[in-house]
Each structure stands twice: as structure tokens, then as C-alpha cells.
């Protein structure tokens, strides 16, 4: 009997990147249901280029550089409102915090010094730029 | 139970008014509270990545100072910063590979095991005060101000640091005050946070939503705990008025410059310049002020 070929829709580059996810957040996107609670919750999902459910969903299917170009993990500000409201445990946040993690571990910064206003430099309290700096650089 | 004051390096400059108003509030409650010799930044965020532990650190560093002084709790003012240290503290709890781990990383320390409890200045005050006795204090009741509470994210998430379930903390402080408190769809939801620096237009479309809900709970006022939801909701609301003319403006306060005016305590320490003029000018029209140093 010819055994039929599984196809196995993930490339092995992207497993690799998968399993990075996985390794950094310590948690398993496979348990998502698609149900968006953390879409519906996330105070910056309308500045994301798509819904934290959507990026879960393509992350599912291996597709993180489209989730990379979403901005997800970069436009999160760490809530932990989807975190306390997930019906299938997830920490998305700390998926996220993971995505965001692959960019910065490349040596690619997501906040420039040089960019920020003067006024904002002046005025901004120490832990605005410690949370900015922790967050947003390598 | 000897508690250490841990303040955390932005009451030290840019929100000196959050940390002068509430020592100078205890003070007048007769509690007695000494700063943490040799404290360090606590990292303002807490390390999501399950394989760093480098930045635990600085928040254990600090827990095993209170506990080298023989404290059995810190106090903290600073949301982020009861946060991290509160985060820290459960990890050193739960997690025995990862405090070994730490520990033996700061082998020069004392071994870290979870016996300093964190503790926010808003529970110490119900529980080692209690909203009556501090009803009964008051000098100047707040009667006039309809207050917006906003507790933002790092009070109440994740769930193990929740100062409380279903919070209400913020809105008996006030009514001990003597303020009335309006009901504020985004109490609990984020100002925004460190995005005000890295994308500046995500964190006004934050503010937009937020303001929006202030103007239509009436509040003439909002009180909050964290100088990062200060800054946000605070010292950028002007570039957000300028954009949306149908907003109103709402002054903010620290929870503990709201106390200390209640106590009769004098203005000056309450650093009201680092508010913004609008916030002293309500309160003088309202006349809660006890001397005009501000
Ligand atoms: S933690 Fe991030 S992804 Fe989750 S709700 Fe908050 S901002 Fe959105
Ligand atoms: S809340 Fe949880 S289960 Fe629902 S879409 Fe988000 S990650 Fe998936």
C-alpha cells in the first residue's frame, strides 16, 4: 500500500522560529480557540495591523514575519489585560513579549533616542524611559 | 511588621509630588516609615522572557536589602514599581529552579526566598489605618470634587498581584476623603504606558478613549497612583485638547496629594507646579488649600 504524503503546511525555518516563540513565552499557541477575547480587550489593538486573535491564528500557521510587519509585539504595552482574560490560560502578552523579543535578539532597535521630542526628553518621567528602553531595545 | 520605604528613581525628581504628599500624609497619620538604605532601580518592568533572568535582579537586590535590614515588608508607591517587586517576589516563591538560579547568580548576597512581603501604600492605608480612623482625621473633606479613580494596569494585572479583586480600594479612599467618585469605564484599563515615547499617535488614540470616558462620567478630577500614567494622562492631556476640541480638560492628582490637602496639610508639599497649574487652581477655588506656598 503507497503511504499518502502528510502535507505539512510549516516550513522547517519557520518551526525554528516557532519553537523560539515557544521556548522564550513559555506558553502553547496550539491551545488558542480563536475566540478573540484578546482582540476585543487590547487597549492598542486598533493601532496593530491586525487583531492579536489574527496574529495568534497566523503565528499558529508558522507566518511570524507577517506578525513582525503587524507590529503587534512592538505596539503592546504590556496590559495583561488579554493575559487575565484568555479562556485557554494563554499569556499573550507573553507571546507577544516574545515576538517582540526575535527583533531585538537580531540587534534591531523599535525605539530611536533621536526621534523623541525634546519636550518629551525633558518631561518624561525615568521610568517612561527605562520601561522604553527595556521594552524597545536590544 | 517593620516595613522599609522603597521609592524608586522617578519620586526622586519628576514625581516628587507623588512621594513629599504621601510622607508628609503619614507623617500626620503617626506612621513612622524609614527609606530602604541603598535601594537600586527595580527595572520598571517586569521580564516577561522566560530565559532572562537577568533584570529579576535588581527587584530581588532590593527585596534582600529590606530583609538584611529585618523588615518583613516594603512599601511602595510607584505602581511599576510594586509590580516588578511584587512580581519578582512570587517568582522567588513559585519558581525553584529559576530562585536557585538567581540566588546562586548573586552568590556575593544573601539567599532570596520570599520573606519580604510587597506591600502598596493604598492597602497599607486600609489596613493599618482603615477608612474609618481615617475619615475621622480629615480636616479638609474634599466634598466638591467628583473624582475619576484610575488604577491602570500595574495594581491589578496579573491576577497574583492584584492589590485587589475587583478593586473598589481607590473609590473608599476617596469617599473617606470625603470626595464623591464617579463610575470610569477605563479605570482599569492602561493609559498607554511606555508607548507615549516610542509611538507618540498609538499612545493619543489611547488618551482619546480614556478622556472620552472622563468627560462623560462628570469627573472634575482624576486621581491615579503611577507617574507613568501621570505623564500620560497628566503632562501630555494638553496635546490632546489641542487636537480635540470637544474634550474637556481634567486635572490629575497622586491619591496621596488628595490626602495630604485632606489632612490640612500644608500645599507646598504637594509640589502642585509638577501637576500643572490647573490642578492647584481647582483646588484653591474649591478652597482645600491650607496655605498658598504652591
Ligand atoms: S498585553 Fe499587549 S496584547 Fe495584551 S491586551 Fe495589553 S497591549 Fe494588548
Ligand atoms: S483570548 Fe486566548 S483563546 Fe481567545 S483568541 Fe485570544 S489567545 Fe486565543
Redesign the interface.
Known sequence: MTQVPIFNPIASQDKATLEKIALISGQDIYQCMQCGTCSSVCPMVETMGMTTRQGIHLLQFGKTAAVMDARIGELCASCHSCMVRCPRGIDVAKVYDAVRQLTLRENINLIDLNEIPKETLTDAPQIAFVSSFRKLTS | MKLAYYP???LK???RNLEDSALAALKALSIEVKELDRWN?C???F?????DLI?HIAPVRNLIRAQEEGCEGILTL?S??YNTLARAHNLMIDDEEKRDTINRFMDEEPDYKGEVQVIHYLTYLRDHVGWDALREKVKTPLRDLRVAPFYG?SLL???DVAIEKDPTILEEFLSALGAQTVSLTEAR??C???????????EQ??LG?IFGAVNRSGANAIALSC??C??NLG?QQHQLLEQNANLTATPTYYFTQLLAVALGIEAGVCHFDLNGKPAFELLKEKSYIVSAAS
Open positions: 524608586g528613581c522617578t525628581t519628576k514625581a532601580c527595572g520598571a518592568v521580564s516577561l522572557a522566560d530565559d533584570h510607584c511599576q514599581c494596569c494585572r496579573p491576577d484599563e492602561c498607554g504606558s511606555y508607548q507615549s515615547l516610542a509611538n507618540p499617535d498609538a488614540q489611547r478613549k507617574p507613568m501621570e505623564y503632562r
